[in-house]
């Protein structure tokens, strides 16, 4: 068996759609269904900048399908939790499009600037291109970020780790860990601050230390996925 990742742009889903307007927040499934047929309720978290997530829920919530939009904690908390209700007959889900395939994914696929990252396990012998072009003939974009046998795993998870965290982070936390990074924000002693890693890439520095917190989050939690 295989563990494959795919990145989707979901076009016509509000998730996908509304969150290519607020690149710097990230939101990942945090329950799965609930309801009836045609009202389905599940839990989302999001992380990023207060204004942004504030944004986007207002943007998200006036979408045709969606019914309810509850925040269940203030939107400076780390990772803002929501329950979000949807008329599911409105709504496009590629979880159901992948167990109608027979292919067995991931949960908490996670959504950044419009991109879906979805992770599947799919047979040695499935071809993964058919996937991608079942998933493309419905209207959306797809691309292959990794197939790796099971057996693998192990021995090459780190060397992916990088790879991921590319993914995973937003351009602008990329940027700002990484300049922090380079001007040895981390050493032991340091001298650098907040300021000096603002000053570099030219936003205040509130703003660059909520990109960073973020960032450090997200580092931890996939690190913390590949030694557990």
């Given amino acids: 068996m295989r563990e494959v990742t795919l990145r989707l742009r979901h076009h016509g889903e509000p998730e996908s759609d509304?969150?290519?307007?607020?690149?710097?927040i990230t939101l990942e499934s945090a329950s799965s269904l609930t309801g009836s047929a045609a009202e389905r309720k599940r839990i989302i978290e999001i992380t990023g900048p207060a204004d942004s997530i504030e944004g986007f829920l207002?943007?998200?919530?006036?979408?045709d399908p969606v019914l309810d939009v509850t925040p269940l904690t203030s939107f400076d908390a780390a990772r803002v939790a929501v329950a979000i209700t949807y008329d599911s007959y409105q709504w496009d889900s590629i979880s159901q499009r992948l167990s109608d395939m027979g292919i067995h994914h991931r949960t908490g696929t996670t959504i950044t600037a419009g991109w879906e990252r979805w992770t599947v396990?799919?047979?040695d012998g499935d071809d993964v291109s058919e996937i991608i072009e079942s998933l493309e003939r419905a209207g959306n974009d797809a691309e292959l970020v990794r197939d790796v046998a099971l057996s693998e795993l192990d021995g090459q998870s780190h060397l992916e780790?990088?790879?991921i965290l590319e993914d995973e982070l937003t351009p602008r936390q990329l940027e700002v860990l990484k300049t922090a990074i380079d001007r040895g924000y981390?050493?032991?002693?340091?001298?650098?601050?907040?300021?000096?890693?603002?000053?570099?890439?030219?936003?205040a520095p509130t703003t660059t230390w909520e990109h960073l917190a973020q960032a450090e989050h997200k580092v931890m939690d996939q690190i913390g996925e590949y030694l557990l």
């Fill in 121 to 123: 396990y799919v047979e």
């Fill in 161 to 163: 780790l990088f790879e």
């Fill in 18 to 24: 509304i969150s290519e307007r607020y690149p710097d």
């Fill in 58 to 63: 207002d943007d998200f919530e006036a979408a």
């Fill in 186 to 203: 981390y050493r032991p002693k340091t001298d650098v601050t907040i300021e000096d890693i603002s000053d570099a890439v030219g936003i």
